[in-house]
């Protein structure tokens, strides 16, 4: 089965707000994890990733929080545009080798003007 | 750079039909990996390769096979095309930076079976 998922299906928003998506992971051992987002009819892009030996990590607008206690990972989208709806993945190694990734099944965010 | 490229972009076809899905990358990655999404699913791992000569099975590898000859491309061959191979398939590829396991991905290729 799946040892990656995300909490909610979709998420609505309105444009300015700050946005939050969880994923929550059943290895504990995963030490890499990683967010990609996806536009309808293209293939996903890379966001931002973070490794576990890091609670925190920052880009441009968006933000990676990462409890190993609890295993969950979130993706923190600040002043949500439109161009921001999409489906957002989260991800992590299969191994610490990072030979591959496994995907969870996504969160649809749709942004309102 | 071209990035990775997936051909083709559609394709329609019959219950036990071949067909071979082409990927290459321009980026001289080493790893190179193809996934399925079904429709509302996330991306599950069908094969992958960390080097020309080398696959390895992912998640799903059952009705498809891969070979890797050169560092640029991995096609995906589908042997006896069945309804459950209904699914958009995408290629990918990351490099020998272990600092971040980034794939890149190519545009995909709607593939339906009927």
Known sequence: GESVGLH????????????????????????????????SGKGPQFIID????????????????????????????????????AVYFCAESLNQAGTALIFGKGTTLSVSS | N???????KFRIL???????LQCTQDMNHN?????????????????????????????VPNGYNVSRSTTEDFPLRL?????????????????????SYEQYFGPGTRLTVT
């Not at chain 1, 973070?50 to 929080?65: A, E, F, H, P």
């Not at chain 2, 042997?79 to 930076?97: I, K, N």
């Open chain 1, 8 to 39: 909610l299906p979709t998420l609505s928003v309105q444009e300015g707000d700050n946005s939050i998506i969880n994923c929550a992971y059943s290895n504990s051992a995963s030490d890499y994890f990683i967010w990609y987002k996806q536009e």
């Open chain 1, 50 to 85: 973070i490794r576990s030996n890091m609670d925190k990590r920052q880009g441009q607008r968006v933000t990676v929080l990462l409890n190993k206690t609890v295993k969950h990972l979130s993706l923190q989208i600040a002043a949500t545009q439109p161009g921001d709806s």
């Open chain 2, 2 to 8: 071209a990035g990775v490229t997936q051909t083709p």
């Open chain 2, 14 to 20: 019959k219950i036990g039909q071949s067909m071979t």
């Open chain 2, 31 to 59: 790893y190179m990996y193809w996934y399925r999404q079904d429709p509302g699913m996330g991306l599950k791992l069908i094969y992958y390769s960390v080097g020309a000569g080398i696959t390895d099975k992912g998640e």
């Open chain 2, 79 to 99: 042997e006896l095309a069945a309804p459950s191979q209904t699914s958009v398939y995408f290629c990918a590829s990351r490099g020998r930076d272990f600092s």
